[in-house]
């Protein structure tokens, strides 16, 4: 599966690549229809080999090429056009010569819409102890036989051209946001860049998969703007901010956001990696965010929680055993919705609390619940901001989370403040 690449130099170029840039023709179109008049929240249409895919977007992760709970036709009954498959797994089980046979993800698990690769890098750092990162790519030990593998930028991208996403990530330095060590943080930050150049150059099928970017820097607003900098310079088809979700607070998380996002040309779309609470999605899509993942709202169907519009409600709870109403009012999904509707399942919090310690029936219907909420929220969000009626639908959804405005959280308070919205004000 893994192989060795050449040693590259150790410093930063300001300049793109010398070798041809494979976004000269991106395999995506991306339409900016409306912006906020408030907010630097935005609507647009990105159009990829496998369909149009309308912005602002939740992708579900789908790591080992299944969603955890549902069939690919589950999936697409959700409404969701563009969810991710994790590039270390399927390039360990499969591998690579069995993507190759198959003809790639979409047909090997059966998903005829949109796939997003991560590079198999954050993996490598967040799940193995035994690792180490050098100029060459990142040395580790196999989580089967313990033997010494290595993942270079080249091979990255050759994995994600076996799998054949319509949207594959660079290989980037991961550092955790509160990494202390200042100068490891920036060598990691100018390595991305050198890395993202190698990836450029390996990328052997630009014409219908588009290669993002990932912006890195850590807290240090200085080093986010110039890896910014030097990453939209290389023009790629899309841009990523990555090294967030990894225990920072979130005021910094949103003060990083915002500074990227105001650096970034209009005309790309927007990806925050790791972002899945709903909080979180709707205050980075004020502050200009397009794209955002999270195994979250999967993850936490698992152990019996719901997320609706008033909160994440937790069906293993004993005041749910006689609760025959859906799970949550008024949602569109195929569980909540009133069996009589043709599809539906008229699915009741009762039924959920009575299997959720016992079956994995309560984890299959909470699942897909929980994955239509996110990509809905992200509808409302679209349709809020084509209407110019975005602070509006900001302060509905935290009005419904929140029972009383002191509770509202003072990072969102003071984050969406910085964008005009103040959630504090009297209607």
């Known amino acids: ?90 390039g360990l089980r499969p591998g690579q010569a069995v993507l190759d046979s198959v003809g790639g993800a979409h047909a090997f698990q059966g998903w005829n819409h949109n796939l997003l690769t991560d590079s198999g890098g954050f993996q490598m750092v967040s799940l193995l102890k035994l690792a180490n990162v050098t100029e060459e790519g990142v040395r580790f030990l196999s989580p089967h036989d313990g033997s010494p593998m290595l993942l270079t930028p080249e091979h990255s991208i050759s994995l994600q051209n076996s799998i054949g996403s ?34 450029m150059a390996a990328h052997a099928r630009p014409h219908d998969q588009n290669l993002f970017c990932i912006i890195q820097g850590g807290l240090d607003l200085d080093m986010r703007r110039e890896c910014t900098a030097a990453m939209v310079a290389r023009d790629t088809p899309g841009i990523a901010i990555g090294g967030l979700s990894g225990g920072e ?28 609470y709903p909080e979180d999605l709707v205050v980075s899509v004020a502050l200009g965010a397009d794209m955002f993942d999270c195994v979250w709202p999967t993850r936490t169907a698992r152990f019996g929680n719901a997320v609706t519009k008033n909160g994440v409600l937790n069906l293993k709870h004993a005041r749910y055993a006689e609760d025959f109403g859906p799970i949550e009012e008024g949602c569109g999904c195929v569980c909540c919705r009133p069996k009589e509707e043709e599809g539906a399942l008229g699915v009741t919090r009762a039924y959920v609390h009575h299997n959720a310690a016992k079956e994995t029936t309560a984890a ?11 990509l809905n929220l992200m509808r409302q969000a679209r349709e809020a901001i ?42």
Not at 16 to 35: C, E, R, Y
Not at 48 to 75: D, E, N, R, W, Y
Not at 266 to 271: I, L, V
């Open 249 to 276: 607070a979130k005021e910094d998380y949103c003060r990083v956001v915002a500074a990227v996002t105001e650096q970034l040309p209009d005309g790309k779309p927007r990806y925050v990696m790791g972002i899945g």
């Open 386 to 427: 084509i209407a110019d009626q975005f602070p509006a639908f900001v302060r509905r959804f935290f009005a419904g989370l929140y029972p009383e405005k002191s509770s509202y959280p003072e990072w969102a308070v003071n984050a969406l403040k910085g964008v005009g919205v103040d959630l504090m004000q009297d209607d």
């Open 1 to 90: 599966m893994w192989r060795t690449a050449r040693r590259m130099a150790s410093t930063m170029t300001t300049a793109p690549p010398a070798v041809p840039s494979p976004a000269s023709k991106p395999a995506l179109t991306f339409d900016l229809i409306a912006k906020c008049s408030t907010t630097r929240a935005r609507a647009s249409l990105l159009t990829l080999p496998h369909g149009p895919v309308p912005l602002p977007i939740f992708m579900p992760v789908a790591t080992q090429a299944s969603l955890k709970g549902l069939t690919p036709a589950q999936l697409e009954a959700t409404n969701c056009r563009l969810c991710l498959n994790n590039t270390y797994h399927l």
């Open 166 to 199: 319509d949207i594959i990530m660079q290989l980037d330095d991961v550092l955790v946001t509160t990494h202390p060590d200042p100068a490891r943080m920036r060598e990691a930050m100018l390595r991305s860049v050198r890395w993202l150049d190698r990836c």
């Open 364 to 374: 299959h219907l909470l699942t897909m619940h929980n994955v239509w909420y996110q």
